[in-house]
């Protein structure tokens, strides 16, 4: 396909939806869920930058990132002290 018609199809999918409308509850949904596993990762991030002076490291991955977004503080405790104490 030509890049023309890629940005036709695009086009039209986006007036397609600004006149049907989008379902607001879900998308809503997705964007608070992808945020918190942004937040995730970055506290996990700061923690391995600080820990980094005491030889200490937890992977960011997707299960990782989502267990500190979803749960917040107590999940980033809740790993250290797994990774600490269990591994």
């Known amino acids: 396909m030509s890049p023309g018609w890629i940005i036709g199809i ?6 397609l939806l600004l006149l049907v ?3 607001v509850k879900p998308l809503r ?5 992808s945020v918190r596993f942004i937040v995730g990762a ?7 930058v600080v820990g ?7 992977p960011i991955n997707g299960v990782t990132a989502s267990v500190s977004g979803i ?3 107590p999940g980033v405790v809740m790993l250290v002290l797994v990774k600490q104490f269990i591994l």
């Open 21 to 23: 409308g989008a379902p």
């Open 52 to 58: 980094s002076s005491f030889n200490f490291h937890i």
């Open 29 to 33: 949904f997705i964007g608070q869920l």
């Open 10 to 15: 695009i086009l039209g999918l986006v007036l």
């Open 71 to 73: 749960l917040g503080v």
């Open 42 to 48: 970055l506290l996990l991030f700061l923690i391995n």
